[in-house]
T-cell receptor
Framework: DQQVKQNSPSLSVQEGRISILNCDYT??????FLWYKKYPAEGPTFLIS?????DKNEDGRFTVFLNKSAKHLSLHIVPSQPGDSAVYFC???????????FGAGTRLTVKP | SQTIHQWPATLVQPVGSPLSLECTVE??????LYWYRQAAGRGLQLLFY??????ISSEVPQNLSASRPQDRQFILSSKKLLLSDSGFYLC??????????FGQGTRLTVV
């Protein structure tokens, strides 16, 4: 049962433009959402998170938006840089239990 | 500061052989510990998580088992590997209600 879904396996954008990565979830008990970035043959690294009490969290070029009614979140990267090219995973957990569920990932390619 | 160690980095094992992957965490106490697997072209699948010594939750019925003999040690095992066990295995830790930090991963190839 895929509780966290990233329906776009890949995304390609031009350097300097905005990258928007999307994520949907089905479990209404999820209350904490995260984005991770992963390079090949490495473990994912934490990027940004958002609690369900907020609808937006911003950190530099990265902003995460949460729409609870639609069970949807998105990661915006602006401006995109070639070094942002990686696989991005959306994750969610419920009630601090931390059995964190991940989406399938979206491979972002930022072209110079 | 906290660090997580996972080894080995790569492993090639024949079908039917046993498996033991070890993960240790430094600089924190009573962390949540996780084993994830990333199969080729797929996302991160939660295999096991542990909220304390000897407490293991299994997410997916499979050929693998996990143990937590010490607070900051998490072991992934198998008695007999299958070809389908090939993948990239990741250990992670977190404190409750916060993000997880991952090890560098183990690339397991079962031949």
């Amino acid at each position: 049962d895929q509780q966290v879904k990233q329906n776009s396996p890949s995304l390609s954008v031009q350097e300097g433009r905005i990258s928007i990565l999307n994520c949907d979830y089905t479990n209404s008990m999820f209350d904490y959402f995260l984005w991770y970035k992963k390079y090949p043959a490495e473990g994912p690294t934490f990027l940004i998170s958002i609690s369900s009490i907020k609808d937006k969290n911003e950190d530099g070029r990265f902003t995460v938006f949460l729409n609870k009614s639609a069970k949807h979140l998105s990661l915006h990267i602006v401006p995109s840089q070639p070094g942002d090219s990686a696989v991005y995973f959306c994750a969610a957990s419920a009630g601090g239990n931390n059995d964190m569920r991940f989406g399938a990932g979206t491979r972002l390619t930022v072209k110079p | 500061s906290q660090t997580i160690h996972q080894w080995p980095a790569t492993l090639v094992q024949p079908v039917g052989s046993p498996l033991s992957l070890e993960c240790t965490v430094e600089g924190t106490s009573n962390p949540n510990l996780y084993w994830y697997r990333q199969a080729a072209g797929r996302g991160l699948q939660l295999l096991f998580y542990s909220v304390g010594i000897g407490q293991i939750s299994s997410e997916v019925p499979q050929n693998l088992s996990a143990s937590r003999p010490q607070d900051r040690q998490f072991i992934l095992s198998s008695k007999k590997l299958l070809l389908s066990d090939s993948g990239f295995y990741l250990c992670a830790w977190s404190v409750r209600g916060a993000e997880a930090f991952f090890g560098q991963g183990t690339r397991l190839t079962v031949v």
